[in-house]
T-cell receptor
Framework: QKEVEQNSGPLSVPEGAIASLNCTYSDRGSQSFFWYRQYSGKSPELIMFIYSNGDKEDGRFTAQLNKASQYVSLLIRDSQPSDSATYLCAGSSNQFYFGTGTSLTVIP | GAGVSQSPSNKVTEKGKDVELRCDPISGHTALYWYRQRLGQGLEFLIYFQGNSAPDKSGLPSDRFSAERTGESVSTLTIQRTQQEDSAVYLC???????????FGPGTRLTVL
């Protein structure tokens, strides 16, 4: 059973701080990883994907992948109250699988 | 460009009735997925299509649930003899291929009275 594990939280950070969201995965054959943001009452929105070891930056978001440790993370710099949402980690090899999500609250 | 669309956005039905939910994927996306999300819960995988075929139906909760896809485009999810526990948001997503990122539609909120 391919799966990803996420701390369900809730994670609270003050506005302007760095929020760190973490995910571990079980399938070493997984090649691609994705981060989704889901606001309450809305559908998930793809915000980042990463295929290679290392860091990938997009604006205030940085995705990190460590295939040796089977670890994926998402860093949100200068967190804003509008970043408050549930963040879902997902992986894919020959099938796609989602984690259960981490709830993030950014406190003004 | 057009994203994934779903209809209806809301559906209220009586227990025992059949419902049909529709998904229009992004044009050119060969993979299409259906998920269920109950209030406050995570995504529950139901079924996916690669083209018009459904290699993995393992997530369908019971034989009351079925889905089809025609022309590598529109998909319908049918729930027969609805039960109150079927109440949830049903989400559709599509991707270029099985390994690609999925793009979600706005969902259909189903309420079974």
């Amino acid at each position: 059973q391919k799966e990803v594990e996420q701390n369900s939280g809730p994670l609270s950070v003050p506005e302007g701080a760095i929020a760190s969201l973490n995910c571990t995965y079980s399938d070493r054959g997984s090649q691609s990883f994705f981060w989704y943001r889901q606001y309450s009452g809305k559908s998930p929105e793809l915000i980042m994907f990463i295929y290679s070891n290392g860091d990938k930056e997009d604006g205030r978001f940085t995705a990190q992948l460590n295939k040796a440790s089977q670890y994926v993370s998402l860093l949100i710099r200068d967190s804003q109250p509008s970043d408050s949402a549930t963040y879902l980690c997902a992986g894919s090899s020959n099938q796609f699988y989602f984690g259960t999500g981490t709830s993030l609250t950014v406190i003004p | 460009g057009a994203g994934v669309s779903q209809s209806p956005s809301n559906k209220v039905t009586e227990k025992g009735k059949d419902v049909e939910l529709r998904c229009d994927p992004i044009s050119g996306h060969t993979a299409l997925y259906w998920y269920r999300q109950r209030l406050g819960q995570g995504l529950e995988f139901l079924i996916y299509f690669q083209g018009n075929s459904a290699p993995d139906k393992s997530g369908l909760p019971s034989d009351r649930f079925s889905a089809e896809r025609t022309g590598e485009s529109v998909s319908t999810l049918t729930i027969q003899r609805t039960q109150q526990e079927d109440s949830a948001v049903y989400l559709c997503a599509s991707s270029l291929g099985l390994a690609g990122g999925q793009y979600f539609g706005p969902g259909t909120r189903l309420t079974v009275l």
